[in-house]
Nanobody, 121 residues
Framework: QVQLVESGGGLVQAGDSLRLSCAASGRTFSGYNTGWFRQAPGKEREFVAVISWGGGRTNYADFVNGRFTISRDNAKNTVFLQMNSLKPEDTAVYYC??????????????WGQGTQVTVSS
């Protein structure tokens, strides 16, 4: 089992930045690829970014358009999502997940509880 806890969300203005963290405990986290997803009110959960277990591969959703960066520190069992130039449409609950390297929810076995990001205009 892997337990994931997200943090770093909050209320910011358009154009601001936030850094989300996903702290893992349990089984060896460094062996898992880790993704970020988000779910806005009334919408389906969608893929945001993924990083391979060693950190050498990353992939992003098209809407990221260079604004977000995913990274990880396996020594600290933590994955980060640096979000810059935030837009109101980035408002959502952000979830981290561990599992296979993919863009689909069913690629992942373990999920955190989510952290709210609200971007005001």
């Amino acid at each position: 089992q892997v337990q994931l806890v997200e943090s770093g969300g909050g209320l910011v203005q358009a154009g601001d930045s936030l850094r989300l963290s996903c702290a893992a405990s349990g089984r060896t986290f460094s062996g898992y690829n880790t993704g970020w997803f988000r779910q806005a009110p009334g919408k389906e959960r969608e893929f945001v970014a993924v990083i391979s277990w060693g950190g050498g591969r990353t992939n992003y959703a098209d809407f990221v358009n260079g604004r977000f960066t995913i990274s990880r520190d396996n020594a600290k069992n933590t994955v980060f999502l640096q979000m810059n130039s935030l837009k109101p449409e980035d408002t959502a609950v952000y979830y981290c997940a561990a599992g296979r390297y993919g863009m689909e929810q069913n690629d992942y076995n373990y999920w955190g509880q989510g952290t709210q990001v609200t971007v005001s205009s």
